[in-house]
């Protein structure tokens, strides 16, 4: 309301990319405030490269496009289709950035040609400085809870290993503790024989039909790969 924009769109730096692709950066659309969502749905993911938020993320710099955004070339050629569609003119690309870190763009929207003049530029430049640090925030909170899980999960395993004694029970207690952080299909230990090349399986469990089940155990060593 403050800025008097017709939509928002938030993107954020992802490392996956379209189709799983991890050998470039990509933008990822986060949340979108004022256009309808199967609309966008093309613009879900946006390469850092050859791309307008890209171009803002990389180099920090916020991004003013007045009018005919649609024929922009700086634009993703796919967010220039929508902007078509949609017959928008004007947008805005603001870096989210806090201290050293830069972790997405702030899009600004607006059905009409816009003229950004020095006043409204600080104030976008002011938010995409807040919002950077709500971002960081909100990660290094989320860090911290990790941090602290693991180190409860840590902290409980160890005393449930020596509270027992019982081999297949200490084998229980790392497989019931390791599947409240780690979502696993198929979990094994094995006794390695690295000189001979052999291994023996010691314990084995896996998820068949949503049920874990403890596989049989295998006496024999078998050889290794």
């Known amino acids: 309301r403050t800025i008097g924009s017709d939509a928002i769109l938030f993107y954020l730096i992802d490392q996956v990319g379209v189709e799983g692709k991890t050998d470039q950066m990509h933008l990822r659309l986060m949340k979108n405030v004022g256009l309808a969502a199967p609309i966008l749905e093309p613009a879900q993911w946006v390469p850092i490269q050859g791309s307008s938020a890209g171009f803002v993320v990389t180099t920090r710099t916020p991004l003013y496009i007045q009018q005919e955004a649609y024929l922009d070339e700086r634009i993703y050629f796919v967010n220039r289709k929508i902007l078509r569609d949609l017959h928008i003119e004007s947008i805005a690309f603001i870096p989210l950035v806090s201290k050293d870190k830069v972790f997405g763009s702030?899009?600004?929207?607006?059905?009409?040609?816009?003229?950004?003049?020095?006043?409204?530029?600080?104030m976008l430049s002011l938010i995409g400085l807040h919002l950077g640090a709500a971002i960081e925030n909100a990660f290094l909170y989320n860090e911290l809870c990790r941090q602290v899980e693991h180190l409860t999960l840590l902290s409980t395993l160890?005393?449930?290993?020596?509270?027992?004694?019982?081999?297949?029970?200490i084998f229980q207690v790392i497989v019931e503790n390791i599947k409240r952080s780690i979502p696993f299909e198929h979990f094994s230990i094995d006794y390695i024989d690295t000189k001979k090349g052999y291994y023996t399986p010691a314990f084995s469990?896996?998820?068949?039909?949503g049920n874990l089940i403890l596989s049989p155990k295998v006496i024999s060593p078998m050889k290794m790969e």
């Open 106 to 122: 702030l899009n600004i929207i607006y059905k009409n040609p816009h003229i950004y003049d020095e006043l409204e530029k600080q």
């Open 158 to 169: 160890s005393q449930q290993l020596n509270a027992t004694l019982e081999v297949d029970q």
């Open 205 to 209: 469990m896996e998820y068949l039909d």
